[in-house]
């Protein structure tokens, strides 16, 4: 008699277990989602903003997908981190600039798991609201040496463009999205 | 007898003058099976026609420096425009030119599993410093499941460093 409710309380309370664990990992991957949008913060200086971004690739010295700041200070495009060395290159050395916006899901592997982990689809539901635009802005450069190198940052939406009318202000020829679409509307109300 | 064993200490004495006045380097593949490595100067990658996005085309020419520099085929890898490079004798330069790009997308990789695979095919071409031709490959990378888009590079890059690898160069 004892044994027979052992087994139910077992099942009852695996059964409870169970719905505990569903109900949690679309709630873990909704809160990867939030601490994801808390990143987006920008912090403006008195003179230029200072941007949140991820090196992507590239960075000499700097981990690939390390978090940092960028900003301009005077002529020198720098990025910083709160560990690890400060990245500083004059504007003088860039080639070029390229902006351009990417469809990414947010919350990285964690939720990648979490999607996976999900019930009956579940995972595909949350990857199609789980998704994020971002700008990326490419620079190329070339070295004190002569040799040429490509850096990318990825920035929330909107940032992107900040950039790159700050460095389009500095000289450094900026091409990509909006600056085309930008430019487009200028010859219109030109022509007009 | 004896003027034989005089002439065989002739020539053991011989051996070890031409041992010890030729460079370490000639003698590096008799003696240890170690050939004179080449070094290579990997070029900018050419969009080839194709509308790769400037991102992508970075992130390529970036990964292909980074995985030749792991792979240690090459005794040094420099970049496109390397002051170092000129005078170098054992010189390849590594073109890539792109043969074809779909662009994909993450969410609906994550959304469908089947669809939005962002793929790559490009063709690379190791030339001498005098445009002679030493290898030519046609390389794909891409992504299907899990990753960024940006991931298609990497996984590229990674196999041509394999293709390289497993080719076998003439010595320099």
């Known amino acids: ?192 | 007898m004896s003027s034989r064993r005089i002439s065989l200490t002739a020539v053991a004495i011989g051996v070890a003058l031409v041992q010890s006045v030729l460079p370490v380097p000639a003698l590096a593949g008799i003696n240890h099976g170690r050939v004179p490595q080449w070094r290579v100067e990997v070029n900018q990658i050419d969009s080839g026609g194709s509308s790769i996005a400037p991102e992508f085309r970075i992130a390529i020419y970036e990964n292909l420096v980074t995985e030749l520099t792991k792979s240690k085929q090459f005794s040094a890898v420099l970049r496109s425009g390397d002051r170092s490079a000129n005078g170098v004798s054992n010189l390849l330069i590594l073109k890539t030119t792109v043969e074809s790009y779909t662009p994909g997308s993450e969410t609906k990789r994550a959304v469908t599993t089947v669809t939005g695979a962002t793929k790559l095919k490009v063709r690379n071409q190791l030339c001498t410093k005098d445009g002679q031709l030493v290898l030519e490959r046609v390389v794909d990378g891409n992504v299907r499941f899990f990753g960024g888009n940006l991931r298609a590079t990497h996984n590229l890059a990674r196999n041509v460093a394999n293709a390289l690898k497993q080719a076998t160069l003439p010595d320099p």
Do not use: W
Not at chain 1, 9 to 26: D, G
Not at chain 1, 99 to 113: F, I, N, R, T, W
Not at chain 1, 157 to 177: F, I
């Open chain 1, 1 to 192: 008699m004892t044994r027979t409710k052992n087994m139910c309380y077992e099942r009852v309370s695996s059964n409870l277990l169970f719905r505990i664990l569903r109900c949690l990992v679309p709630a873990s991957c909704f809160a990867a989602s939030l601490i994801a949008h808390d990143f987006d913060q920008v912090r403006t200086a008195s003179s230029s903003p200072v941007l949140r971004a991820r090196a992507v690739l590239g960075l000499e010295g700097v981990a690939n997908n390390s978090m940092g700041e960028l900003s301009i200070q005077d002529d020198v495009f720098v990025y910083s981190r709160r560990e690890g060395p400060t990245v500083r290159m004059p504007l003088s050395e860039i080639q070029g600039a390229f902006l351009s916006q990417e469809d990414k899901q947010v919350g990285g592997m964690p939720m990648a798991l979490g999607r996976a982990a999900t019930p009956y689809g579940g995972g595909r539901v949350i990857g199609l609201f789980a998704h994020k635009k971002y700008d990326f802005m490419t620079l190329e450069y070339f070295d004190s040496n002569g040799g040429f190198h490509g850096t990318i940052y990825q920035l929330s939406k909107g940032q992107g463009q900040v950039l790159a009318d700050e460095l389009g202000a500095k000289g450094v020829h900026v091409s990509g999205l909006e600056m085309a679409s930008a430019k487009q509307r200028l010859e219109t109300n030109n022509v007009k």
